[in-house]
């Protein structure tokens, strides 16, 4: 069993830079690929950014590719999503989840997620 608690969402202007936070609790978070979905209203979830068990491989979706960096921490429990030149296109609830599959790419993978952290993003 894995607990996840996001931080760090907020309201920021176009151009601002947010810094999303992760944290895990309980047992095997170094076992699970993480990634980082959002979801905005009226819109389907999506899978923003992913990164490996021991985060040597990442995958982004190309809308937040070059903007977007995902990190994780093992011994810390922890994984980041760090963005720059954020767009009004990027508010959306963003949501941490663990990862046990193969490919990790559709959220139906996903055996445990966050609470999500609201990010706004004004023009």
């Known amino acids: 069993q894995v607990q996840l608690v996001e931080s760090g969402g907020g309201l920021v202007q176009a151009g601002g830079s947010l810094k999303l936070s992760c944290t895990a609790s309980?047992?095997?978070?170094?076992?699970?690929?993480m990634a980082w979905f959002r979801q905005a209203p009226g819109k389907e979830r999506e899978l923003v950014g992913l990164?490996?068990?021991?985060?040597?491989?990442?995958y982004y979706a190309d809308s937040v590719k070059g903007r977007f960096t995902i990190s994780r921490d093992n011994a810390k429990n922890t994984v980041t999503l760090q963005m720059y030149s954020l767009k009004p296109d990027d508010t959306a609830g963003y949501y941490c989840?663990?990862?046990?599959?193969?490919?990790?790419?559709?959220?139906?993978?996903?055996?445990?997620w966050g609470q999500g952290t609201q990010v706004t993003v004004s023009s």
């Open positions: 989840a663990a990862c046990n599959k193969l490919r990790c790419r559709d959220q139906i993978e996903y055996a445990y």
């Open positions: 990164i490996s068990v021991l985060g040597g491989a990442t």
């Open positions: 309980g047992r095997g978070f170094s076992g699970y690929a």
